[in-house]
């Protein structure tokens, strides 16, 4: 525990000495509560909320029907927002989808970015979208045909580790429960605020005079912290504690309520978001470097450059590279390299819960989206 509450006293320690460096801070943790975390918290809702209503259990249904899970997981990765990938993620974590769905969800999803090219282009969009569904779902069949449905799979723990879970998971505090409402009332507004904000629209305008406070920064930044908090305070009392989506075993004795299987798991994803988003931007703030300079190259080098910026985890920079094509600075090729290659926000809990795999299916969407940005950069004008 004493290791998690060194992260944001040193944070905190960072934003005292650097000034600039904490204004940064604020706005980045804002960003990924609602750029990312309100996203996640209404997917899960949706898919959590329909298992338990409609008594659908869709790891069942994808296990049941292994031959579609590969274009269920394009399908899946091609909605808006990073959501949908991460439900497959963790159930190729789990066992109930093979290593082509991984694939082909991972090569699908355009992120968070899909939000503003849908806002701006919505032709374009919908090619993109469909493109990443067809080249998915083809990548998907052909690599799990070469490796197997369980490549890169970790294997499941122990009979005796199982129970020691379930033993250590009875102790988490029940104060973390009188949380909840707190964590509600600021994801519902969230929610709403993220839509325009996706849109690359300031909803702190909305507010008149008292937009100089910057209201909806500051909600974002606090149910970041909340979460950050939160997630701590789980690791307290269950070291072990992880996304409950992904590992089932780490459960309670009496099966959880769905709104806290949702406030656990988008907590989970928020804290590895919120690193990556803070990584990303205070490594630009003290480098200076300048992703947009990246591209002022030599034009037949922009799909390769594209492609690479995909590696980069999170949607910030998919985010960019999707506004210098909308800006008219790269072409087209560049945006196709980029939309396939990227993850989006689905690498941090893939790299958290099986990393090899994360490193391995990534490293892999990178030959599909050069073939096809460098094949739209030669036959597109």
Not at 205 to 212: C, R
Not at 263 to 275: E, M, R, Y
Not at 301 to 329: D, H, K, N, R, W
Request: aromatic fraction near 10%.
């Amino acid at each position: 525990m004493f290791r998690r509450i060194t992260i944001p006293i040193g944070l905190l320690t960072l934003g005292l000495l650097f000034p600039e460096a904490g204004a940064i801070m604020v706005e980045t943790i804002s960003e990924a509560y609602l750029q990312v975390s309100v996203f996640v918290a209404a997917t899960l809702t949706l898919i959590y909320g329909a298992e338990r209503i409609f008594k659908f259990d869709m790891a069942g249904f994808l296990a049941g029907h292994p031959r579609l899970q590969v274009p269920i997981a394009a399908f899946l990765g091609a909605l808006p927002g990073c959501g949908g990938a991460i439900v497959v993620v963790t159930q190729y974590v789990n066992g109930h989808v093979g290593f082509g769905a991984l694939i082909a969800v991972l090569t699908a999803t355009m992120g968070d970015a899909a939000f503003l090219l849908l806002a701006r282009e919505p032709v374009t969009a919908l090619i993109v979208f469909g493109l990443g569904m067809v080249v998915g779902t083809l990548g998907g069949y052909v690599l799990e045909a070469i490796h197997g449905r369980d490549f890169m799979r970790q294997q499941s723990l122990t009979s005796a580790e199982e129970a020691k879970r379930r033993v250590v998971s009875r102790r988490r505090p029940v104060s973390i429960r009188a949380l909840h409402p707190v964590w509600i009332a600021l994801m519902l507004p969230g929610v709403i605020f993220a839509i325009p904000i996706a849109m690359q629209l300031d909803p702190n305008t909305w507010f008149g005079e008292l937009a100089v406070y910057r209201p909806v920064t500051l909600l974002g930044f606090v149910g970041g912290v909340l979460a950050l908090l939160m997630w701590a305070t789980y690791l307290s009392s269950d070291p072990h504690h992880q996304y409950t989506a992904a590992n089932p075993n780490d459960l309670t004795a009496t099966r959880p309520t769905t709104g806290s299987r949702v406030i656990s798991d988008t907590n989970f994803v928020t804290v590895w978001v919120i690193a990556a988003f803070l990584l990303f931007e205070l490594g630009v703030h003290f480098s200076g470097a300048d992703l947009a300079s990246w591209f002022a190259v030599w034009a037949p080098l922009t799909p390769l450059i594209a492609a690479l910026v995909g590696f980069l985890p999170g949607c910030g920079p998919q985010i960019i590279v999707t506004t210098l094509y909308l800006s008219g600075a790269i072409p087209m090729s560049a945006l196709f390299a980029n939309a396939i290659s990227n993850d989006g926000d689905a690498l941090f809990p893939a790299i958290a819960l099986a990393p090899k795999a994360a490193i391995v299916a990534t490293l892999y969407t990178g030959i599909p989206a050069l073939i096809v940005g460098y094949g739209a950069y030669f036959l597109l004008p």
